[in-house]
């Protein structure tokens, strides 16, 4: 199509308008195994450079049964860019953003308790992270994904990755890009009612490149696992925030770095940290190379939940991830 003697379908596919782009892709994850999408799906079919503003991901289940609900505690990612990585190896979903979604079934009472409310109504979540800096990406590459079911809900995932940004001019090349990067720590699984203490390994939380790292914000979650017995079925289901009481309140953490430096010297109530509503605390600094971060870690011997069932089990688990950048030449 000629309009003024000019084709707009190619002035549209050189991007010359930066016209925006959502490239998605998704694969099934088996209990305790790892998939990955088409990365291909994730190339800039125009053949041009772009850029990335956002990452979204869905964690959906593959069962209708109240047993098998996800969340970002359920699924782990792994995710590089340019063969350079923008997570320390696999990393809780939802430690990559302090944003979610949920999609939620309103059911009746043969779906839900009185004491358990939005918990049972859970089904597939959403997760959202706006990355501070665009991230270029050259022609004909894509980000590599790989998806990782830990097995914490013994249940197939339908797992997603949707990259939203927009298409360059064909000379856009930047020399330098500040690539994203997250490393996460998870700690051991603890039942209610018991009691310790653990410490990261210096090795988390660590800038391992050879150039400084902008630290923008620690992201901290408890990821509750809460199996009931009811009616003879057994169900369960991970809990997603710790701003209800007894969630926030079962850690208490200590926050210290490498170098010597006291972030937190004094136990702090893990929800104090890293927020009641949106799960992050935004501290930035920069962190330089050989330099980490060190969480201490104390379980509280506080009651759990209650619920009209039967409870068989009840663990709850810690992730906190550090979440930044770092620049990085183009190849």
């Not at 998870?186 to 988390?204: D, L, N, Q, R």
């Not at 408890?222 to 003879?232: D, H, K, N, P």
Request: charged share 20%; hydrophobic share 40%; glycine share 8%.
């Amino acid at each position: 199509m000629r309009t003024g003697g000019k084709n707009i379908l190619r002035h549209h596919a050189l991007g010359q308008r930066f016209d925006p782009l959502i490239l998605r892709a998704e694969t099934l994850v088996e209990a305790g195994s790892n998939g990955a999408p088409n990365n291909n799906a994730l190339i800039n079919p125009s053949g041009e450079p772009w850029e990335i503003h956002e990452i979204k991901f869905g964690v959906r289940r593959e069962s209708n049964l109240l047993a098998a609900r996800a969340s970002g505690a359920s699924l782990d990612v792994s995710l590089s860019w340019c063969g350079k990585p923008i997570t320390d190896g696999f990393v809780p979903v939802w430690s990559t953003c302090p944003i979610q979604a949920v999609e939620e079934f309103r059911g009746g009472d043969d779906v839900s308790s009185a004491n358990t409310g939005e918990l049972w109504l859970q089904l597939d979540s959403f997760y959202h992270w706006r990355l501070e800096h665009p991230l270029f990406m050259p022609p004909r590459t894509a980000i590599a994904v790989e998806f990782r079911n830990n097995g914490i809900v013994n249940n197939n995932i339908r797992a997603s990755i949707s990259l939203i940004g927009r298409v360059m001019p064909r000379s856009a090349r930047p020399i330098k890009v500040k690539v994203p990067y997250v490393s996460a720590w998870k700690s051991s699984t603890w039942y209610i009612g018991t009691t310790g203490e653990e410490t990261s390994p210096e090795t988390v939380l660590f800038n391992q490149f050879g150039v400084p790292l902008t630290v923008e914000r620690f992201v901290g979650r408890v990821a509750q696992r809460i199996q009931t017995l009811e009616s003879g079925v057994t169900h369960v289901y991970v809990d997603q925030d710790v701003r209800l009481g007894w969630r926030g309140n079962q850690f208490d953490v200590k926050h210290r770095m490498t170098d010597g430096n006291f972030v937190a010297k004094n136990w702090v109530k893990f929800g104090d940290i890293y927020g009641w509503r949106n799960f992050k605390w935004n501290m930035r600094h920069t962190l330089d190379a050989g330099v980490g971060h060190v969480i201490d870690l104390r379980k509280n011997d506080i009651d759990g939940p209650t619920a009209n069932a039967e409870i068989v089990e009840a663990t709850a688990q810690a992730a906190i991830s550090m979440i930044g950048w770092r620049e990085e030449n183009v190849p």
